[in-house]
């Protein structure tokens, strides 16, 4: 009987066994490398949208419980509107919200002033521990959304008609202080996302 003589590998068949293997080493890094970087880059994306959708849900809940309680303007005691955007002033919306929860029963009203403006880039949300604030009584600013480019509101006035200013023109006395809007159209432009708009019932 003959003996089937073992074979071993030579030297060349080994280096090209290498270099195989460094070749599907370096594409299954590469593969790697991009899927990671793909899940990073979802990971924000689903990030992002994320807080887009939690800043639009704020302000509905604002823009929805709108009350009509006006405010006192700390310094000269003016009145100031339960709801109020006006060009040119230091905020981009002014409002008195029912609804503000009170979990611990503090000796305090459940309606809450809040305003929106864009600092730096960022929405931002103020509130006041109190409606009436005085001189002294500073607001507590929260960043809602960054890379944020304008906020505008148009209020629906019936008939077909709206207007970007609230109280509407023609109406003053104690009526504008605490008329409130049924409708509004909310329009916010990001940087990465262009124009987004949401409408927004008031509550009667």
Do not use: C
Not at 50 to 78: E, Y
Request: glycine letters at 6%; aromatic letters at 8%.
């Amino acid at each position: 009987m003959s003996r089937q003589r073992s074979r071993a590998f030579t030297l060349i068949e080994v280096l090209v066994a290498l270099a195989i293997f460094a070749i599907l080493t370096v594409m299954a890094y590469q593969v790697l490398g991009a899927s990671l970087s793909d899940a990073d880059l979802l990971g924000q994306r689903m990030d992002r949208l994320r807080a887009v959708q939690q800043s639009m849900n704020m302000l509905g809940r604002d823009l929805t419980q709108a009350a009509p309680r006006p405010v006192r303007d700390p310094f000269d005691n003016s009145i100031r509107p339960a709801l109020s955007v006006q060009p040119g002033t230091e905020f981009a919306l002014e409002v008195t919200r029912a609804g503000w929860p009170n979990p611990a029963g503090m000796a305090r009203s459940t309606m809450q002033r809040v305003a929106y403006r864009i600092e730096d880039g960022s929405l931002l949300r103020l509130h006041w521990t109190v409606l009436d604030p005085t001189i002294g009584t500073d607001p507590i600013a929260t960043v809602l959304l960054e890379d944020v480019e304008s906020i505008a509101f148009r209020f629906f006035v019936g008939n077909g008609q709206w207007t970007e200013q609230w109280p509407p023109q023609g109406v003053g006395g104690s009526d504008a202080a605490r008329i409130r809007p049924r409708l509004v159209e909310l329009t916010l432009t990001l940087a990465d996302e262009g124009e987004l708009k949401r409408f927004f019932e008031v509550a009667p």
